[in-house]
């Protein structure tokens, strides 16, 4: 059975969202939701979208951004999107919009029966295009069995026994192998590859069922981390297709040939923008979507454990005043030097992140967590009386005032946790500043 074609609807009003539902409901199409800009962008890196029915107005990662994200990655730069927006139809909202790549721009209210016609237009472009790619897989695989050896100079290319013995092996195996042919003719393929995981562990690695995958007709796909001769870790892209016996009288097949190369950079492309997605651009600390997803996690897993957790909620003392009167510039600095001293203050299960401007928030797990949190405070207003030292060889003093709730002690809802610290953190300022108070209530 086909599967559906799929549309990822971003919008961060779950109302929207469950319109979306009502308006699709009926037509043959998978319907994937995404509550914010991040969210959407973990789910395009896990699979493809026939189009991407957008929001303009959400918080951290509005969907210019997300487009122009979507845009940087050859994963999803030719994925269409659509622009849904209550936004004004001025001019350069629109020309803002297709310049980020959007195929249309469309303004709330919706009305369903011109979406969905649209949408059908670019279902079945998706559906001629999968189409195309079929038939040129279906072509390449076809020209793979007869001209691999010859034509994949450029990727490491191994061809195996049915009992999984190398027979040949061109240069770039040899380079990425570390070893000349010489020394891989004979050796099983198991035995040539040292592959791991993302924990640095043994990958499972079975030749047994490589070799009965490819008898049946089938190609073999993997992803792995592959540890060099000389110890260097290189990601690499694996694949096995069937090797047919030269005599097309004979059944069955005469081994198979495998086809590695090195995927390191595009791995790295693909961290990189999801640790833009979820990471403070400036700082380096998470950023409030994917704190907020984090602290649920924690706070779920201390439900689960029946253990505590203390929140703690930092604000800079006087730092409007730095921004104002010596500009963003020097503002940036110091906000960084803030990022430095709390990554400095906390433990390495600790999770540190920057909600926005001078906010920033820890988490501390313990079971004590108001003696662990006076213990954290006072390492962080520690290191806040140091000063910091500009670029231009200038030097600022700055302090911090800290608010601190805890799970469950003070709330067991997330948000609510948030406030309670907030609270704290304005009766530390209200108190002198450059110290900590515990959420009193």
């Not at 008898?215 to 090797?243: C, M, T």
């Not at 730095?322 to 906000?335: K, P, R």
């Not at 140091?386 to 800290?402: A, C, F, H, P, Y």
């Amino acid at each position: 059975m086909i599967p559906h074609p799929a549309i990822l609807v971003v919008d961060d009003q779950n109302s929207n969202l469950i319109a979306m539902e009502a308006v699709f409901e009926g037509e043959p199409v998978e319907l994937v939701k995404a509550a914010s800009g991040a969210e959407a962008l973990k789910i395009l890196l896990q699979r493809d979208f026939a189009l991407v029915l957008l929001d303009v107005q959400m918080p951290d990662l509005d969907g210019f951004e997300v487009a122009e994200i979507m845009r940087s990655n050859p994963r999803t730069e030719s994925t269409p999107i659509i622009f849904l927006t209550a936004l004004s139809k001025e001019q350069r909202y629109i020309f803002r919009g297709y310049e980020t790549g959007a195929v249309d721009y469309l303004f709330k209210p919706i009305e369903a029966a011109i979406l969905r016609s649209k949408v059908r237009v670019f279902l079945e472009l998706d559906r001629k295009n999968r189409s195309l790619r079929e038939s040129l897989r279906l072509l390449q695989e076809e020209r793979d069995h007869n001209q691999n050896l010859l034509r994949s100079l450029s990727e490491g290319l191994l061809g195996i026994t049915q009992s999984g013995n190398v027979f040949y092996a061109n240069p770039t195996a040899e380079e990425m192998l570390g070893s000349p042919l010489s020394d891989l003719i004979g050796r099983r393929l198991t035995e040539i590859f040292a592959l791991m995981n993302e924990d640095g562990e043994p990958a499972n690695w079975s030749l047994a069922e490589l070799l009965s995958t490819c008898a049946r007709g089938e190609r073999v796909h993997r992803d792995d981390l592959f540890l060099s001769r000389d110890g260097q870790q290189i990601a690499v892209e694996i694949s096995a297709n069937p090797l047919l016996p030269g005599d097309p009288a004979r059944q069955g097949i005469a081994g198979a040939v495998v086809v590695f190369r090195d995927v390191s950079s595009r791995r790295s492309n693909e961290k990189a923008l999801v640790r833009k997605a979820s990471h403070d651009s400036l700082t380096g600390l998470y950023n409030r979507a994917e704190f907020e997803r984090l602290l649920q996690e924690r706070v779920a897993e201390a439900n689960r454990h029946e253990s505590s957790l203390a929140l703690l909620y930092l604000d800079l003392d006087r730092f409007k005043a730095i921004n104002d009167a010596q500009g963003h510039h020097v503002g940036d600095q110091v906000l960084k030097a803030a990022a430095n001293y709390l990554r400095d203050s906390s433990r390495g299960s600790d999770l540190v992140a920057r909600l926005g401007g001078d906010e920033f928030v820890m988490v501390l797990e313990s079971n004590e967590p108001r003696r662990a949190a006076s213990l954290v405070s006072g390492k962080i207003l520690q290191a806040f009386a140091r000063v910091v030292e500009l670029e231009d060889g200038g030097k600022l003093q700055i302090g911090s005032s800290i608010g601190i709730a805890i799970y469950p002690d003070d709330s067991t809802h997330t948000d609510e946790l948030l406030k309670c610290a907030d609270k704290a953190m304005y009766q530390a300022k209200a108190a002198g500043r450059a110290n900590y108070r515990f959420y009193r209530g």
